[in-house]
């Protein structure tokens, strides 16, 4: 795999407070749980597995966005999701990627009050073959609900990694650290990734 991060402008790893609201196209499908599981790969489905809920939820947190009325929720073991983002389908022409152009990513966690929670991401940038080109991967945060646990967005700019995308894969999840029965896990929710076209 290349170094990671070292042609990228670097996360808000620091989970800026809602909301700021991405105003290009947004690539992914499905981002907020509407359609339920629909165009998700589930990488992993541990414990009771994924599950869409009304926001705020039980013991939850309201989001910045109105128009944002679910989440994803995961459980006492690993769940990972996962869309791989075909650039070709979605219309870009092989000149416009090949010009490098900016891609922006977003994505909202949260823990519930009464349970701590795990939450990861992995957005790579990747050619016709799908072999990385460039990565982010920030470290694994921890969430304690005795802190600060409401929505906190990470955002990430890929640029400067050369030519030769064609594909973004945004993967993301987590689970509870109390290996407690049901949805406990990190809620997440407001995924997005967009190309500055």
């Not at 609201?21 to 509407?34: A, E, Q, Y």
């Not at 589930?42 to 414990?47: S, T």
């Amino acid at each position: 795999l290349p170094a990671t991060g070292s042609a990228a402008e670097d996360t808000e790893q620091d989970a800026r407070p809602c909301c700021a609201v991405i105003m290009t196209r947004n690539l992914l499908k499905n981002p907020n749980g509407d359609e339920q599981l629909d165009s998700w790969e589930l990488v992993e489905n541990g414990g009771n597995g994924w599950k869409v809920e009304d926001m705020p939820g039980d013991c939850g947190h309201d989001f910045c966005n109105n128009e944002v009325t679910k989440y994803f929720a995961t459980s006492f073991d690993l769940c990972l999701k996962r869309q791989v983002v075909d650039l070709a389908v979605e219309g870009y022409t092989p000149d416009e990627l090949d010009a490098g152009p900016a891609v922006m990513v977003e994505d909202w966690y949260c823990s519930r009050t009464d349970c701590g929670c795990t939450y990861q991401i992995t957005i790579c940038l990747l050619d016709e073959n799908q072999e990385v080109i460039e990565e982010f991967k920030p470290e694994l945060q921890t969430v304690d609900p005795e802190e600060d646990c409401s929505w906190k967005q990470v955002s990430h700019m890929f640029s400067g990694y050369g030519s030769g995308m064609r594909f973004i894969s945004f993967e993301h999840g987590g689970q509870d650290t109390k290996f407690w029965n049901g949805w406990f896990g990190v809620r997440v929710t407001g995924s997005s990734v967009a190309l500055e076209i």
